[in-house]
């Protein structure tokens, strides 16, 4: 039994709450160490690492003189440096102004550029190696499909399973299937039908039967935040029909679902030998497509598969690091990409969500269960340090604009006009946040 999956009943707002509370600690945690350690390796000293803002709760003094503490306002947190007057980084002038030039060395303002510059990276670089070890440890977990197309596992489906763990398949409807990907190949170009042949290896043994549709109407994964999961759909189950209308595919899913311009669906659902009715609503989506742009389509939130699970195999750990850099890569292109089409109007500005939305995603995230919910939080660590490297003031992309500006000419950019440049950065952080705050309580 997944623990996180049985929370939600004791109250949905807490579990919301404590698990956005949960991810967002864990993400500013590791962002700020980072700053921290960094800073700490360049010879920047720190005097405070807090997570959380507003008056202390615990706290204590390392080695190293820095005090660590777990403030009241669990939303976010800070490094303050020696010579920092505040958690924002400004400068103490009158304490700066009593030092040595050995003691200025050791702190944000009187560091060499580089050593700055490497502790202002530091944050939003940590955000994304959070992002690729939980992937790659995910795949270590969980394993890779073998290039075979052989049955790892077989799925509960209304109409009794022939395939058996171990089976090698050979053949599709009597098309050959040299692997795994050549079985999906083949079983794209299949006509959805109630039963279809296949022609296995079992044990050495050539065997032809008639299972299920290669890609069933079942729901590998219901999505956080979906329609699919409002109305209570969970994951193994098998949509048997449409508003009245029998399916055999997961494709015809979809192209029911597509076509219905939002309007109320009624699905027959088989789960655990039982079929129900339940009526939902389709929700509009703005998704990347395969040529860089968006679609914009009608889902439900589910996600399909094969009839059986394939057989898996352990992945290396070089492997492992790699599929996670490759899965972070894609969700920063896409979210860029999806920043792009909404501030030129190609997709909706619903699709920025706020603090109350990410909120609500948390909540939802955990109540799919542990690996879920571990997803989300690199997801959202992704987010969060690509999100920190734009260059607006405020922000660690518009601190390592200062310092390339300051690498250029020589010299900083002068007290006047870093005190505009940050006024002009929060105030356009904070109307981003109210427009997408905006976007939480107003669009559907």
């Not at 029911?256 to 939002?262: A, D, H, N, R, T």
């Not at 300051?406 to 981003?432: C, I, N």
Request: hydrophobic letters at 45%.
């Amino acid at each position: 039994m997944d623990f996180l999956a049985q929370l939600p009943s004791f109250g949905n707002v807490i579990w919301t709450l404590v698990a956005f509370v949960a991810a967002l600690s864990v993400i500013v945690a590791v962002h700020e160490y980072g700053h921290y350690i960094v800073g700490r390796w360049t010879g920047i000293k720190a005097d405070v690492f807090s997570l959380g803002f507003g008056p202390k709760l615990f706290g204590w003094t390392d080695r190293h003189g820095t005090h660590w503490q777990v403030a009241a306002l669990p939303f976010g947190g800070y490094v303050k440096f020696k010579g920092d007057a505040d958690a924002a980084s400004g400068r103490d002038e009158h304490a700066l102004d009593t030092m040595s030039p050995e003691e200025r060395r050791d702190t944000m303002h009187g560091a060499p550029l580089w050593a700055r510059s490497a502790t202002v990276a530091a944050g939003p670089v940590f955000n994304f190696v959070l992002s690729i070890l939980i992937f790659a440890g995910i795949a270590l977990w969980s394993g890779i499909a073998t290039e075979e197309a052989r049955v790892g596992q077989v799925k509960p489906m209304p109409l009794a399973q022939t395939l058996q763990p171990g089976d090698l398949i050979t053949a599709l409807d009597g098309q050959p299937v040299a692997g795994l990907g050549d079985f999906y190949t083949v079983a794209d170009g299949l006509t959805p039908a109630p039963v279809v042949s296949y022609t296995v290896d079992r044990g050495g043994r050539v065997v032809t039967l008639e299972g299920p549709f290669p890609f069933p109407p079942v729901a590998d994964l219901v999505q956080p935040d979906s329609a699919a999961q409002s109305a209570g759909l969970q994951a193994g189950d098998v949509v048997v029909s449409v508003n009245g209308t029998p399916i055999h595919a997961f494709a015809e899913l979809r192209k029911l679902i597509g076509e219905s311009e939002g309007a109320a669906q009624t699905l027959s659902v088989w789960r655990d030998g039982q079929v129900q009715d339940i009526t939902l609503t389709p929700r509009r989506v703005d998704l990347p497509s395969p040529d860089g742009g968006f679609e914009t389509r009608w889902l439900l939130g589910l996600t399909g598969g094969l009839v059986f699970e394939p057989e898996t195999r352990r992945a290396g750990p070089f492997e492992a690091l790699w599929l996670g850099a490759r899965q972070t890569g894609m969700i920063v292109q896409t979210s860029l990409s999806g920043l792009w089409h909404m501030v030129t109007g190609a997709i909706s500005s619903c699709n920025l969500r706020g603090p109350l939305g990410i909120a609500e995603s948390s909540g939802n995230a955990a109540a799919q269960g542990t690996m879920t919910f571990i997803w989300f939080i690199a997801m959202l660590s992704t987010a969060v340090g690509m999100m920190n490297l734009f260059p607006i003031p405020v922000l660690d992309g518009g601190h390592l604009v200062f310092h390339a500006w300051e690498a250029v000419t020589g010299k900083p950019p002068s007290d006047r006009a870093l005190r505009g440049l940050m006024t002009a950065g929060l105030a356009l952080l904070l109307t981003l946040m109210v427009f997408a705050l905006t976007n939480d309580l107003f669009c559907p």
